[in-house]
Nanobody
Framework: QVQLVQSGGGLVQAGGSLRLSCTDT????????MGWFRQAPGKEREFVAA????????TYTDSVRGRFTISRDNAKNTVYLQMDSLKPEDTAVYFC???????????????????WGQGTQVTVSS
């Protein structure tokens, strides 16, 4: 069972950096692809980045590619989202999520993710 606890986030000026962390308190983290999603006020939740269970495949949404970096440390049961060159339009609640099924190809649709973190606010001021 995957149980996700998020940390990080906060308020930063445009151009700044933040790192989000998401730790699985269960014991099966290394078998699941992991993703980050975000939801801005009044908008639908959108995909941000994902990393496969093995770490060999990574993908990003176009708006963050080159600025955000997703990584995972299976020894620490943790996935990270390093966010650099932040823009006001990155302001949102960010969620980490684990794919519903283990050892599967990387997914980017939220319906394919069955366990979610509690969410953390990221606010970028202009």
């Amino acid at each position: 069972q995957v149980q996700l606890v998020q940390s990080g986030g906060g308020l930063v000026q445009a151009g700044g950096s933040l790192r989000l962390s998401c730790t699985d308190t269960g014991r099966t983290f290394s078998r699941y692809g992991m993703g980050w999603f975000r939801q801005a006020p009044g908008k639908e939740r959108e995909f941000v980045a994902a990393v496969s269970w093995s770490g060999s495949t990574i993908t990003y949404t176009d708006s963050v590619r080159g600025r955000f970096t997703i990584s995972r440390d299976n020894a620490k049961n943790t996935v990270y989202l390093q966010m650099d060159s932040l823009k006001p339009e990155d302001t949102a609640v960010y969620f980490c999520a684990a794919q519903s099924l283990p050892l599967r190809p990387l997914k980017t649709q939220d319906v394919d993710f069955g366990s979610w973190g509690q969410g953390t606010q990221v606010t970028v001021s202009s």
